[in-house]
């Protein structure tokens, strides 16, 4: 089945330093690719997706590249902000007619300033 | 617009009891998950509607959970003779089946502890 391995937390990092948080998965057929990210006491919220291969989805600086060959989706920042500190899933969706999506454990992502 | 509602926020039972879980949708999303959240682990499917109909339940545990959405937007997840394995964080998605139908939208949860 579906399945999903991203990188064991916690990760801190200073301010402005790179980050990278390594995601990938095992699917049938050709899946869609999501980081959810959850903030403290929020719910999930979708962060960047990719449909199909070699894709790039991007979002408040967060970037992440639909790799095929390598069934990665590894989510990368520039340069983090406190504000960054949450918890970040990677997650798939192998379509057929029902989208249900397919998680990782999540990534404990604190940025000190 | 108002976004997913689940009610309640938090809900503290007894081992052996029943609880109802409400979640309202996204007004004219026609698709509706549920996942469950456990402690330190990523959302993992439980049931999938399309309308009134389930029409995915293959992530439900076991015969003691059971969900409904009879008028094909609110929807409930009941869960009998609770146990304390079942203390998790219960999530609702809404999402379109028009336009960008691959995003769904997460409530905040309820927040279920079987003492």
């Known amino acids: 089945g579906d399945s999903v391995t991203q990188m064991e937390g916690p990760v801190t990092l200073s301010e402005e330093a790179f980050l990278t948080i390594n995601c990938t998965y095992t699917?049938?057929?050709?899946?869609?690719l999501f980081w959810y990210v959850q903030y403290p006491g929020e719910g999930l919220q979708l962060l960047l997706k990719?449909?199909?291969?070699?894709d790039k989805g991007s979002n408040k600086g967060f970037e992440a590249t639909y790799r095929k060959e390598t069934t990665s989706f590894h989510l990368e920042k520039g340069s983090v902000q406190v504000s960054d500190s949450a918890v970040y899933f990677c997650?798939?969706?192998?379509?057929?007619?029902?989208?249900?999506?397919?998680f990782g454990k999540g990534t404990l992502l604190t940025v000190n300033p | 617009g108002a976004g997913v509602s689940q009610t309640p926020s938090n809900k503290v039972t007894e081992k052996g009891k029943y609880v109802e879980l409400r979640c309202d949708p996204i007004?004219?999303?026609?698709?509706l998950y549920w996942y469950r959240q456990s402690l330190g682990q990523g959302p993992e499917f439980l049931i999938y509607?399309?309308?009134?109909?389930?029409?995915?339940d293959s992530g439900l545990p076991n015969d003691r959970f059971f969900a409904v959405r009879p008028e094909g937007s609110v929807s409930t997840l009941k869960i009998q003779r609770t146990e304390r394995g079942d203390s998790a964080v219960y999530l609702c998605?809404?999402?379109?089946?028009?336009?960008?139908?691959?995003?769904?939208?997460f409530g905040p949860g309820t927040r279920l502890t079987v003492l």
């Open positions: 997650a798939l969706t192998s379509g057929g007619s029902n989208y249900k999506l397919t």
């Open positions: 509607f399309q309308g009134t109909g389930a029409a995915d």
């Open positions: 990719a449909t199909k291969a070699d």
């Open positions: 007004s004219g999303h026609t698709a």
């Open positions: 998605a809404s999402r379109s089946l028009a336009g960008d139908h691959n995003e769904q939208f």
């Open positions: 699917a049938t057929g050709y899946p869609s």
